[in-house]
C-alpha cells in the first residue's frame, strides 16, 4: 500500500500529475502492437500507475514500493479515430503494414495515440496480464498473423543485386 506522504511525494515530483499538460484527460495507446519486453514498454509495465507515477519520480524508496505493487497488464482496446489524432501516421502504418504483407522489406514505426474524446466509447477487447497465457505473446504469435509482419527488417545492401549481363 502507498501511505498519504508517499502520494504526496508522488504528486509534488511529478509533473504530469501537478500540471495541466499533454498528458492530462487522455488515454495514450500504440498503433501498433509491442511486445512486454520492448524497451519502450518495460518502464511502464514495472510501476503501478505506469508513466504518470514514475517519470518524474526521484524518491528511491516511493519508487520501489510502486514497483511492488499490482500486476503489470497490456489493454488491447479499440476505438474510433475521431479523435484530434495524428491521421498521416495512422495511415502510413497501415500502408506500410500492408506492404509488409506483400512481401516488401519496410519497417512497422509505431506511433503514439492520444485519445481523448472516443475515451467513453473504447471497447475493452482483452486484457493481457502477467502470468497468463497471452501477456508474453502480446506482439510475436499474438494476435494471430503478427509475428511476420512485425518481425525484423531483412536488410538489403546496396550492390547485393547485380545486373546480368
Not at 114 to 128: C, D, E, L, N, P
Not at 134 to 143: E, I, K, L, R, W
Request: net charge negative; glycine share 10%; hydrophobic share 35%.
Amino acid at each position: 500500500m502507498i501511505c498519504s506522504g508517499e502520494m504526496t511525494r508522488i504528486q509534488c515530483s511529478n509533473e504530469v500529475l501537478s500540471k495541466s499538460n499533454c498528458r492530462t484527460g487522455r488515454l495514450w495507446t500504440t498503433v501498433i502492437p509491442l511486445p512486454h519486453n520492448d524497451s519502450g514498454v518495460t518502464p511502464l509495465l514495472e510501476s503501478c500507475g505506469g508513466e504518470s507515477a514514475y517519470f518524474w519520480l526521484r524518491d528511491e524508496r516511493v519508487s520501489a514500493t510502486l514497483k511492488r505493487l499490482g500486476t503489470p497488464r497490456i489493454i488491447e482496446i479499440e476505438t474510433a479515430l475521431t479523435d484530434n489524432l495524428n491521421g498521416y501516421s495512422v495511415a502510413e502504418i497501415a500502408l506500410r503494414a500492408w506492404a509488409r504483407r506483400l512481401g516488401a522489406p519496410t519497417n512497422l514505426c509505431g506511433c503514439d495515440l492520444s485519445i481523448t474524446g472516443s475515451i467513453a466509447s473504447a471497447k475493452v477487447i482483452r486484457i493481457h496480464t502477467e502470468g497468463d497465457g497471452t501477456f508474453d505473446a502480446v506482439a510475436t504469435t499474438y494476435p494471430e498473423g503478427v509475428g511476420p509482419l512485425l518481425e525484423e527488417q531483412v536488410s538489403y545492401e546496396y550492390g547485393e543485386l547485380e545486373s546480368e549481363g
